[in-house]
């Protein structure tokens, strides 16, 4: 007669959420989604040996959650305008160059031309 193959118990599974005194779950930290490392990025570019206070990154931050939401309702309200559900490259292009002023207006778009050409060919 063989002997039988004894298993190890298995450790009991740890949970993902720890638990505070009394039983309550704690509550991991919200993710909060930022601007800031891209506008390091571009500043080390522009200027490799410049830095930026936290408050100034935080104003910088302030205005581009502006002008995404500014550029998104005017592209929202230009697909709305041609009855149509989809939002494409066009009403985005559109909605730039109405929102931003001048030279600005034709930097971005030549920007956002070359970018959405480099998506598309990878």
Known sequence: MAPKKIKAEKAPAKTAVAKKEGGKKKKGKKSVETY???????????????GVSSKAMSILNSMMNDMFDKVATEAARLSRYTKKPTMTSREIQTAVRLVLPGELAKHAVSEGTKAVTKFTSA
């Open 36 to 50: 800031k490392i891209y506008l390091c990025k571009v500043l080390k570019q522009v200027h490799p040996d410049t």
